[in-house]
């Protein structure tokens, strides 16, 4: 999957050739680039940027200084790529819109993980990604100290409110999914969201479910609540979660915090890829 992300953005960045380079540069030319943070945060990307150099160009030689997950200042410097001059230049904007995006994932995870820091409380992306670079967002999660959710339909059963109700309420919706797993014989875990104390109720009488997402349940319901679930039963805290209130959100016992706002509201780090003179 990394491999057919990346032959597909060098496909729509370079398409019949990296002109610019093409026309000024000498095709036998030899040359090096650092690549500067310019912002304070956790890097990340350093092992996929070597992925691309290498995919891209096999004679390229990459000289790492920092690995994926360090905390990183202005003027530090991740690594140096030496070799073909053209080929420096013509992946030096993918790396860069990589290493800059999963940075700022990686950055803001390591914040909100921090926040929760002494509980038991696991914290979890979600599906609110960028289309196409999924993997590489989820890896930045990761890297930063969070934890993957699911990463996408097919690797486990997740009945969100419009699932209860297309398929006629909880119970149906529940048994439904069963029957299915029986039926196809797959093994995935099945994750049930309630929006309110009922519909939690309606859960709890019929088992058969993995997880339970309470939605926008504040701290004092998740108090209320939680200990009529089993501990058989994973629950995971979703929806009005901020900076400022995931901290009472994890002191009240729950097991995961999904926050979307990992992967969709986030400020990249700033940094660059500077040719280097001997």
């Not at 048994?175 to 009922?198: D, Q």
């Not at 929806?239 to 959100?249: K, L, M, N, Q, V």
Request: hydrophobic share 40%; with cysteine.
């Amino acid at each position: 999957m990394i491999d057919a992300i990346i032959d597909n953005a060098l496909k729509e960045d370079i398409g019949d050739g990296d002109h610019s380079s093409l026309s000024c540069v000498p095709k036998d030319a030899q040359g090096q680039a650092k690549l500067l943070v310019k912002e304070e945060g956790v890097i990340a990307g350093i092992e996929l940027a070597e992925r691309i150099f290498k995919r891209y160009d096999s004679q390229l030689e990459v000289e790492t200084f920092l690995k994926d997950g360090d905390r990183v200042k202005p003027g530090d410097i991740a690594f140096i790529v030496r070799g073909s001059s053209i080929s420096i230049l013509s992946t030096e904007r993918l790396v860069l819109n990589f290493m800059q995006r999963m940075s700022g994932v990686a950055t803001q995870t390591r914040k909100i993980v921090g926040l929760i820091e002494g509980t038991n409380a696991k914290l979890l992306d979600t599906r609110k990604t960028t289309p196409g670079i999924r993997y590489m967002e989820k890896w930045a999660v990761r890297i930063g100290g969070g934890v993957n959710h699911r990463f996408a339909l097919y690797d486990m059963i997740m009945l969100k409110d419009n699932h209860i109700d297309y398929a006629g309420g909880v119970k149906p919706a529940i048994e439904s999914a069963n029957a299915y797993l029986e039926r196809t014989g797959k093994k995935l875990k099945i994750e049930v969201e309630v929006r309110n104390e009922e519909e939690l109720n309606e859960v709890l009488a019929i088992g058969k479910v993995d997880r339970i997402m309470l939605d926008n349940f504040n701290p004092d319901r998740l108090r209320k609540v939680l200990p009529l679930i089993p501990s058989t039963i994973e629950t995971e805290a979703s929806g009005g979660i901020t900076i400022d209130t995931i901290r009472g959100f994890a002191e009240t016992g729950v097991d995961f915090i999904s926050v979307g706002a990992l992967t969709h509201s986030v400020k990249s780090l700033d940094m660059s890829l500077k040719a280097v003179y001997s």
